[in-house]
């Protein structure tokens, strides 16, 4: 058997768009410049706390990162719907995701640094709920690259990290599948070079969602 563990945001679905706004209004809300787009899309991936401090320049998580994280999720449903932003899957993974299904020796998996109530949001709207058999979120573990995540998967699932294949777009994905002891696959089509996914430790990196089924065998 194999667990193939799938990041979401920028691996799966394109959120960048949504992830930015709801950052830009919040850093708004509490009197501080927002960030780049170009800012956002590298802490996404992080746990919220975290990534909100990054943004901000700080070592460490503070009460107002904390304070501004608790914002973000307030707001995050509610821009969701004023902009219609539904979180589309990128070109590709839908017949991906099909074909990983079909196969009796593949179990899917997801490793996010959304929340539970995101996550849960995103597999509903794409009918993806039967499909992932173990999930971690930012909820249930320690931020990326801390290995928790995909240790835990593997541990619930019955397989070992060397029958694991991680696929993420972020550097934190490829260090928390090494630091796993898993595969680590990038994608060039999300929010990280494909320069930096190398040096972060990728075992391979595809241009394409079906190139991802030749490394799962």
Not at 43 to 54: M, P, S
Not at 118 to 129: I, M
Not at 170 to 180: E, L
Request: charged content about 25%; proline content about 5%.
């Amino acid at each position: 058997m194999k667990l193939v563990l799938f990041d979401f945001d920028g691996t799966l679905v394109d959120s960048a768009g949504l992830i930015y706004e709801t950052m830009r209004r919040t850093f708004e809300a509490f009197s501080h410049p927002a960030p780049t787009f170009e800012a956002t899309k590298s802490i996404i991936g992080l746990t919220l706390d975290i990534a909100i401090a990054r943004l901000q320049g700080k070592p460490h998580v503070d009460d107002e990162a904390v304070q501004m994280a608790a914002h973000y999720r307030s707001l995050f449903t509610i821009v969701r719907k004023d902009l219609d932003f539904r979180e589309p899957l990128f070109d590709g993974i839908a017949p991906l995701i099909e074909k990983l299904v079909a196969r009796e020796d593949v179990l899917i998996g997801g490793v996010t640094g959304k929340s539970r109530r995101g996550l849960d949001l995103v597999l509903e709207t794409h009918g993806y709920t039967p499909h992932f058999f173990v999930t971690r979120t930012a909820d249930d573990c320690p931020s990326k690259p801390n290995p928790a995540m995909v240790s835990e998967c593997c541990r619930e699932a019955g397989i070992a990290p060397s029958d694991t294949v991680v696929i993420g777009d972020a550097i934190y994905d490829m260090q928390m599948a090494k630091a796993a002891g898993a595969t680590a696959i990038g994608v060039s089509w999300g929010y990280a070079s494909v320069d930096d996914l190398w040096k972060a430790g990728a075992d391979a990196v595809v241009d394409q969602p079906e190139t991802i089924l030749s490394y799962i065998h």
